[in-house]
């Protein structure tokens, strides 16, 4: 009985040792994480001044997708193209925009990683590098948003679809239009949390839900064959629908081009 004793009270000793260790090692880390934010402007409210709160943000990809996305859909794209051409138009430049964002941050993300022998970067981490780029968003993405980049994005994009037999109006169209895109997809992109845009849905075939989906022309009956044409948005990579922000825009599968 009195091993078993002595054996608890020793167990005891070490819990308590460890539950101390435990605090020390959580409050240093509470500390760290405190001088790191103050390293960083901006970092002790939810965002800089100058970049978008999440609620706004959200507002300002629901009106892209209403309103920008729209305008350039029946002014120039529904009128000369069938629906091929207007899945390829809106997959090629969502994509390429969102690559060229991507290009623009994963030197960083790499040399961090590199240097200090990680797969990923943790919450932490990540959370500070988005402060620090909402704090001076403007001067990075006018450093990453670069002229050629968008001519040559249109160039791609009228070489395969003739838009307007390649005018220069409708070519201005496409340039501002990704212009727009780059900026909203730039700013979901340093949003904390991240706002993700599911481009993967765009050109899928489905049947109509109005729990996942918004009709981007017209009244379309629950269950109807469509194509989805514009992305959802969710709060997080995991499309789960309870993270989800804005609905994808459809049409139907037999949709009337004018």
């Known amino acids: 009985m009195d091993i078993i004793t002595n054996k608890l009270t020793s167990v005891k000793k070490e ?24 390293m960083i402007p ?34 120039l794209l529904s009128p000369e193209l069938n629906m091929e051409g207007i899945v390829f138009f809106y997959k090629n430049a969502f994509t390429k925009i969102q690559d ?7 030197p960083l993300d790499n040399l961090m990683k590199k240097t200090i022998c990680i797969d990923f970067l943790w919450t932490p981490i990540d959370n ?4 620090s780029f909402q704090s001076n968003w403007k001067m990075i993405y006018s450093q990453m948003s670069l002229e050629p980049n968008y001519y040559s994005i ?15 109006q409708a070519n201005k169209i496409i340039v501002d239009f990704l212009k ?33 989906h918004d009709s981007l022309d017209g009244f379309i009956k629950q269950k109807h064959d469509c194509i989805c044409i514009l992305p959802s948005c969710f709060k997080s990579n995991l499309n789960l629908q309870e993270n989800c922000i804005i609905k994808s825009q459809i049409l ?6 004018p």
Request: aromatic share 16%; net charge negative; charged share 25%.
């Open 15 to 38: 819990r308590d040792q460890y539950q101390k260790e435990n605090r020390e090692l959580q409050n240093e880390i509470f500390i760290l994480q405190s001088n790191m934010r103050q």
């Open 42 to 75: 901006g970092f002790s409210s939810n965002t800089s001044s100058s970049f978008p709160m999440i609620n706004e943000l959200q507002n300002r990809l629901s009106e892209f997708f209403k309103c920008d996305c729209q305008d350039i859909f029946f002014d």
């Open 100 to 106: 060229m964002i991507k290009n623009y941050f994963d």
């Open 128 to 131: 500070v590098l988005r402060k």
């Open 154 to 168: 249109m160039q791609f994009i009228q070489s395969n679809l003739k838009l307007q037999d390649e005018n220069p």
């Open 180 to 212: 727009k895109t780059s900026e909203i997809f730039f700013c979901c992109y340093i949003s904390d949390p991240q706002i993700f845009l599911d481009l993967s849905c765009i050109g899928q075939r489905t049947a109509f839900n109005p729990v996942k």
């Open 252 to 257: 139907p599968y037999d949709y009337e081009f």
